[in-house]
T-cell receptor, first 112, second 116 residues
């Protein structure tokens, strides 16, 4: 089955710097890759996603890149702010969004 | 926007009792809902896929008789933890897809279960 790895497990950056979180997946049939942000004690919230027919997607300070050949995708956050501090989960799925497999998560801390 | 409501948000129960968790899609119909379990500082693990009007599909290693799932309507799925034990203590989260085309799942607020 699908296996999703995520690195780093923890990441601390200074406010204003960029943060990059990388995920790899094992199943070449996976075609949908969402990123979720989970603040302490709250539900995961979808922040950005990318489909296998696209190499890059950007939404304001957040961008995601996908390399299908290498089977990895990355989340990029620019101009980080303290409110970006949270746990970020990547996920992969085939069948257009069913049967998600989540990565282990990255705890991002943005230091003021 | 699409809202998935989950209740209760937290519950404490005694070992051996059963606990029911509800997951409702408030402004859309969901033929499929998903139940996840999240241990402290860990990722979300899919437990089962809840299908309206039919039996749930459980992931390998998840006990069907332990975690009863009922999806009786297009807006409600329930997870019942039967004969709960301390090891069942966890954060349970449901999710559903408001678009119906499987993108952008919305999660419920989660239920923190503590079994004492």
């Amino acid at each position: 089955g699908e296996n999703v790895e995520q690195h780093p497990s923890t990441l601390s950056v200074q406010e204003g710097d960029s943060a990059v979180i990388k995920c790899t997946y094992s199943d070449s049939a996976s075609n949908y890759f969402p990123w979720y942000k989970q603040e302490l004690g709250k539900r995961p919230q979808l922040i950005i996603d990318i489909r296998s027919n696209v190499g890059e997607k950007k939404d304001q300070r957040i961008a995601v890149t996908l390399n299908k050949t290498a089977k990895h995708f990355s989340l990029h956050i620019t101009e980080t702010q303290p409110e970006d501090s949270a746990v970020y989960f990547c996920a992969a799925s085939k069948d257009y969004g069913q049967n998600f497999v989540f990565g282990p998560g990255t705890r991002l801390s943005v230091l003021p | 926007g699409a809202v998935v409501s989950q209740h209760p948000s937290w519950v404490i129960c005694k070992s051996g009792t059963s606990v029911k968790i509800e997951c409702r899609s408030l402004d859309f119909q969901a033929t499929t809902m998903f139940w996840y379990r999240q241990f402290p500082k860990q990722s979300l693990m899919l437990m089962a896929t809840s299908n309206e009007g039919s039996k749930a599909t459980y992931e390998q290693g998840v006990e069907k008789d332990k975690f009863l799932i009922n999806h009786a309507s297009l807006t409600l799925s329930t997870l019942t933890v039967t004969s709960a034990h301390p090891e069942d203590s966890s954060f349970y989260i449901c999710s559903a897809d408001p678009s119906g085309v499987y993108y952008g799942y919305t999660f419920g607020s989660g239920t923190r279960l503590t079994v004492v």
